[in-house]
């Protein structure tokens, strides 16, 4: 059983920061893939940053220059540090995790934490 639980969100005002988090557990070998993801109320869900096991990493254009994506492989953890914030992020803020192993691709989602910036 494969469980992602995230931490770290909570209440900032604007130009604030919070750094959330995402540990895995379970049985997963050969991520590809973990990423962070956002949705707003009435908002479709969007990929905010993502890192790769090649090293690859991309950004949301919004938020590049102010958020920071990095990955502790031994740790199966990922992270997201969010500087400057502003109210548009609010949002809950969702980790993926995707793995290959062969041809055979998995996926899996965190429970999603609350972020919400506010003076």
């Known amino acids: 059983q494969v469980q992602l639980v995230e931490s770290g969100g909570g209440l900032v005002q604007p130009g604030g920061s919070l750094r959330l988090s995402c540990a895995a557990s379970?049985?997963?070998?050969?991520?590809?893939?973990m990423a962070w993801y956002r949705q707003a109320p009435g908002k479709h869900r969007l990929l905010v940053a993502e890192i790769t096991s090649g090293n690859n990493v991309q950004y949301f254009e919004s938020v590049k220059g102010r958020f920071t994506i990095s990955a502790d492989v031994a740790r199966k953890t990922v992270y997201l540090q969010m500087n400057s914030l502003k109210p548009e992020d609010t949002a809950v803020y969702y980790c993926h995790v995707r793995s290959v192993t062969g041809m055979q691709t998995e996926e899996w989602w965190g429970q999603g934490t609350q972020v919400t910036v506010s003076s």
């Open positions: 379970g049985s997963i070998f050969s991520i590809a893939a």
